[in-house]
C-alpha cells in the first residue's frame, strides 16, 4: 500500500485506506521522535520550501521540524500576502521556487484552491498547510490520529466540532476525515457561523451547545477569530462565549471519558475555559506532538510517490 | 524456472544452535551480549538464537528490532516506499557487543543501513553480523561473523526464507529463471 | 457584388417563414427569396446547403472593454469575436474606463465600430455617472449621441430613489433600463453560488437572495414608473417567478439569461477553475431547469452572452482574486444549439430570442428577413462539430468555461448589411 498522489491538497480525495496508511505510518515516526537522536537520512538531499503567505508560527514550525528530522533541507518564505501588489502572481512566486529545485512546496494561502494553482502547474510535490476557509489536511489527520491513539479507534465515535466551522478549513477537513472513518459528527455554533447545506457533507447540525455535547466521545474546539466581531455573525464575543464557551460544567454533558481537542491557539475565556483548556481530559499539547510525526509521515510518503 | 529447497527445518535449526554456540565461544559468555534483529525475518532469527543460548548458558540476551527502512539509499531512487514500521531497541546501547543478525545477506546494504541506525541509538562497543543465508555478491565492504549456509547463487536468483512465525513451514527455497 | 445564398433553410420566425429556399442580397438588403433564384455573372453564390439561414443574432449584453482595458478585449478584436460567433449587433456595456456616461465616450466607442468593427455596435450608456450609483446621467445626450439603452451593468443601483428616478427619466427617452440586479450587501464577498458546493470548496457563498431581492425591487419600480426595465443574466428560479408575475401582472419588463446559466452548475466550479467565477454566479440544477423552464415559456425573452472578456494573467490568479466575467460570444450559438438538441427550445424559438426578441426590445429594425430590410444574415450549419480551443478564439477573453467542450453547430457565414464579414 502506498499513497498514489503527487500533492496533499485536501482529505475530501483520500479513500479510508490512505488515510489508515498515514495515521499507521505516523505512528511509527513517532517512535522516531521518541528516540535520543530524532533524526533519520530519509530524505538526505530533498528541499522543502514553507510558502507561508499567511502568518502561522506553529504549522510552519511544525513542518519545519519533521523535513529536518527526516534530514530534508528546510527553507522559509514567508510572503506577506503583498506580492501579489508588487506585480508578482502567486504562479510567479511558485515557478521562481520550483526553478530553486524544491521537491517539496508546503503552502499555506489565504484563498481557498491556492495549492491547487500550485499542484497545476508544478512538477513539486504540493502539501496544503492550510487554505482559505477550504481544507488543512494535516490539522485533520494530526487530530485524528490523536483520538486514534487515545481511544484505540474512530469508527463509531460521536465527536462535536463547536464554534466557527463556516470560516473553519481545520473543521471541513476534520468532517471529511471523521466520516469517511465512520465516526458521528456533530457540528453547532450560531447559524451564520455553520455553512450553508453542511448537512450534505453528513454531519448533523446542533445550534445549543449542551445538546450538541450530550454523549460526545470527543469535543473538537474551534478557533474564533476575534475580527468576526462587529460583523454580525454574533453581537458580541462577550455573548458568544455565553453560549459557546466550553466550560467544565458544559464539557459534563459528554461522556465522562471525553477527550477534548482544539486546534490552537487558544483565546481562552472566549471558545473554551482556562479550566478545561488545560484540564486533564484536554489533549491540546499531545496534538502538537502528533503533528510533527503525521508530517514526517505525510513527507515520506509522498516522497514515495513517483517524481520526486 | 526452477525452485528448490535447499535447507529444511531440521537444517534451519541445526545452522541456528551453531551459530548460538560460536557467538558464545567467540564472545566468551554472555556478558554484554544483546541481539538485534532486522525486520521482519530477522526478527525471528534473533528471538531463536536467544532461545538457544539461554538453553545452552541458562542467562538471557536481550533482543532488539531495528526497521532500516529510514536508512535504506535506495529509498529516493525508487517509486513507492516500503510501509515504515518501528524500531525497539528496549535497552541501553552503550558499550555492548550487538550481534545484528538478519536472513540473507546478499549486496550488504541492508546491513550498511542497520548499522547507522544502531549508531544513532548508542555507541556499542563492537558490532558483529549473524545470517543465515550468505549468497555472496558483496557491493559493500562487509562479512558476516556468523553464516548458517553459503551459497553461491546468480545474481537473478531469488532466495526466500520461510520462517513458521510467519504461518510458514521452516525453510529457505532458491528459485532460479 | 451581389449574394446569393442557396439552397438554405431559411428560418425568419419574424415572418413566420421557415423553408428550403434561396435568398438574393442586392445593394446590403434582401432583395428576394423564392424557391429558384438563378446564378448571374454579378452575385456571389453561397451553398448553404444543410444549413440554416437565419437573421444576424444579435446580443443585448457584451462587454468590448475599450476604452481602457485594450488588454482584455478591444472593439475590433470583440467585434471579430461577434462575427465568428455569428453576431451581426451587439450592445456593448458601459463599464469601460472611463465609463459610457458622456457623449464623449459614445462617440469613441461608434467612431472606433466604424472603423475598426467588424458588426453593428450598439452602445449602453451608464445609468449614473461613473456607474457609481448616486447621480443619474445626461440621458439625453447619451440617447442622441446613439446609446440604445442604460445600465450600470457591472453593478446595481443599490439605492432605491437614485433608480426610481433614473427608470423615470429615461422612460422619457424611451431607453430601457439593463439592470444588475444583485444586493452587494447580501453578496458580500462572495465568488460563487452559496450551497453545498461553496461549502465543500471553502469559497464564500452568494445566495439566490441577492438576485431575487433586486429583482423584486426593480420591478416594484419599473411598476411604480411605468419604465421598461429589462433585467439582464437571470440565473436563479426566484427571479424568474418574479419576472413571470411581473408580466402577468403587465408591468414592462423583459428579461434575458445567457448560455451558461442554462448549461452549467456550481459544480462546474470544483477544481476552482476561475473561468467559472461569474456574476451572477453557477447556480444549482433546480436554478438551470427553472431558467429554461422560464425561457421556453417566454418568461425569459432573449439569450444574451454577457461576453466579459478578461486578460489570462488576471484568471490565472487565486480564485478569490479573479474577476468576475467568461467571453461567450464565440461559444454561444453551439449552447443554444444543445438547447434545440435537448428539446428545450425549437429552432424557432431559438432564433427568434437571439435575433427577432432581442431586436424588439432594442426598438430597432432589425431581426427579420422581409424584403427589403437591412441584410444582416447569419448561416449555420447545424451538424458541424469541433471542439472549444481557447487560444482559437477570436476574442483576447479566452477565459471560457467551455474549454474542451465538444461542440455542435457553428457559423459559417455572418454577414452584415449584405458584407461577408466572417467566413467559418
Ligand atoms: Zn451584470
Ligand atoms: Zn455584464
Redesign the pocket.
Known sequence: MELKRKDLLDIKGLDREEIELILDTAESFKEVTGREIKKVPTLRGKTVVNLFFEPSTRTRTSFEIAAKRLSADVINFSVSGSSVSKGETLLDTARNIEAMRADFIIIRHPASGAPHILARNLRSSVINAGDGLHEHPTQALLDMFTIRERKGKIEGLTVAIIGDIAHSRVARSNIYGLTRMGARVRVAGPPALIPAEVETLGVSVFYDMEEALSGADVIMVLRIQLERQGKNYFPTLREFARLYCLTQERAGHAKGDAMIMHPGPVNRGIEISPEVADGLSSVILEQVTNGVAVRMAVLYLLSGSGEI | MSEKVIMDQLGIGRALSRISHEIIERNKGTEGLVLVGIRTCGIHLARRISEKIREIEKSEVPVGILDITLYRDDLLTKKGHPAVRKTDIPFDLAGTVVVLVDDVLYTGRTIRAAMDELMDFGRPAMIQLAVLIDRGHRELPIRADYVGKGVPTSKTAVIKVLLSEEGMEDRVILRED | MNLLIKNGRIVDPVNHVDQVADLLIADGKVRQIAQEIPVTPDAEAIDATGQWVVPGLIDV?T?LREPGFEYKETIRTGTMAAAAGGFTTICC?PNTKPVNDSQAVTEFILRKAATEGMVNVLPVGAITKGCQGEEITEMGDLREAGCIAVSD??RPVMNSAVMRRAMEYASMFHLPVIS?CEDTNLAEEGVMNEGRVSTELGLRGIPNASEDVMAARDIELAALTNAHLHI??VSTQGSVELIRRAKEEGIRVTAETCPHYLVLTDEAVTGYNTNTKIKPPLRTLKDVEAVRKGLREGVIDVIAT?H?PHAQVEKEMEFDSAPFGITGLETAVAIALQLVDEGVLTVNEMVLKMSGKPAKLLNIDRGHLSVGAVADITVIDPRATWVVDPPQLKSRGKNTPFEGWKMKGRVTHTIVGGKVVYKG
Do not use: L, T
Open positions: 449584453h462587454h456595456m451593468d457591472g444588475h439582464a443574466h454577457d466579459a
